[in-house]
């Protein structure tokens, strides 16, 4: 143990999120960890550093980011990944198992992945395996190698070395995975064949047309079926549906979670604050699949949040090189499908939570403890609380600040977001207790650690 993390410090402030309030308090740390948490004039064994009325939350946990090392490192790396998830806020990210190469679907391709991660971690980071057709004999050792939980394409993923599953490999990977007790995440979209094929080139709408809602509500039907099956069998999967854009999807989610099937749903901040009517034709960086749909539609996945059928929201930051990105030649056909925001997500959710009248709470709940608790860490992260990882963010919800490409910390300093104006900076932002960012400047070297299930 290093002597940064021995240490024993204090901090207070008039708004701490605790137990669902903000409230006056101060938070004693020791090893890393929450030890005390005590009243605002309590007199404690070192005097707390005061950040007056700045907001101090738990630091956020993405379960969707693509890290994409090694193998495409010139997409994205640890490094640079995890810096930028620092810089906004995030303590803890789970890596999606591509598009690194090789790809996450065996202990081999995990044990490259973590050598590859040594001494470029500036946050912690949990990992999700892959299933796909020709990895399933592999999913119970990947499991076992501490792989938080695993995520199939019923689609085209976009790299050919993770090819989509079929309905007899979805029934295999849920009953081996219900043993695990880890969920089992699902890009669900089904390509039904009924639509006719759209030229696309650089025009926005004929995008979204050729990716239509129905492909996702029918692949989260089948999900849905395929979960009552299991159950019909003695065999609770846990089903989750990543990057949900389709609201016409919630109903059925809705229906299944009061059937007693545990599946859940997370959207993105790109499905939550854009949407299709402003995107101009040429604009790739707005280009991911599931695409940005309609206003109302956006609308709607806000009441998902509201009303709990969406459990969470995650940034699916999923970055490549401009060139595969095809800003210069606008060609959203071409394009690579992903978003590149990873820093901005809690700017972003904020500023647009607040005009729909949800608290700094909400946000919290959404973006730090909910997904803790789904990744399986929710007995130490995603919270202030005793004996938590003293992962905290001093953030001040207030600011405002303009997007700018100067600030970003990830490797390609693109993204859609760029010249909006957003409400809430991140200050600074702890990992167990080490100050690894504070106004603009990454602190000290990587301390982060990779977190392997039951470790
Ligand atoms: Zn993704």
Known sequence: MNSINSSVFALKSTQIAIHGELTPAQILIKNGKITTIADYDAVLAVKAEDFGDQVIMPGLVDTHVHINEPGRTEWEGFNTGTQSAAA???????????????????????????????????????????????????????????????????????????????????????????????????????????????????????????????????????????????????????????????????????????????????????????????????????????????????????????????????????????????????????????????????????TEAQQRGYSLLDVVNWMATEPANFAGLGHRKGQIAYGYDADLVVFDPEATYRIDRNMIKYRHKITPYEGREVHGIVKRTYVRGQLVYNDNQLIGKPIGLPILANS
Not at 185 to 213: M, T
């Open 88 to 350: 906004g806020g995030i303590t803890c990210v789970v890596d999606m198992p591509l598009n690194c190469t090789p790809v996450t679907t065996n202990v081999n391709a995990l044990r490259q992945k973590l050598d590859s991660l040594k001494g470029k971690l500036w946050i912690d980071c949990g990992f999700w395996g892959g299933v796909i057709p020709d990895s399933l004999n592999d999913l119970d050792e990947l499991l076992k190698a501490g792989v938080l939980g695993v995520k199939s394409f019923t689609i085209h993923s976009g790299i050919d070395d993770f090819p989509k599953v079929e309905q007899q490999h979805l029934s295999q990977a849920i009953d081996i995975l219900a043993k695990h007790s880890v969920p089992y995440l699902i890009h669900a979209e089904l390509d039904s064949g009924d639509s006719e094929p759209v030229e696309i080139g650089d025009n926005y709408q004929s995008f979204l047309q050729s990716r239509p809602k129905s492909w996702e509500n029918n692949a989260i039907a089948m999900m849905i079926d395929l979960a009552e099956k299991a159950k019909s069998k003695g065999v609770l999967g846990k089903i989750h549906i990543v990057h949900l854009s389709s609201a016409e999807a919630l109903p059925a989610i809705k229906s299944a979670q009061q059937r007693g099937l545990q599946l859940s749903a997370e959207s993105c901040p790109h499905y939550l604050t854009l949407v299709a009517e402003d995107i101009p034709n040429g604009k790739t960086l707005f280009k991911c699949c599931p695409p940005i749909r309609e206003q109302h539609n956006r609308e709607h996945l806000w009441q998902g949040l509201a009303d709990g059928t969406i459990s969470f929201i995650v940034s699916d930051h999923s970055p490549c090189t401009p060139v595969l990105k095809h800003i210069n030649t606008g060609d959203i056909e071409k394009a690579w499908g992903g978003i590149s925001s990873l820093q901005f997500g809690l700017s972003i959710i904020w």
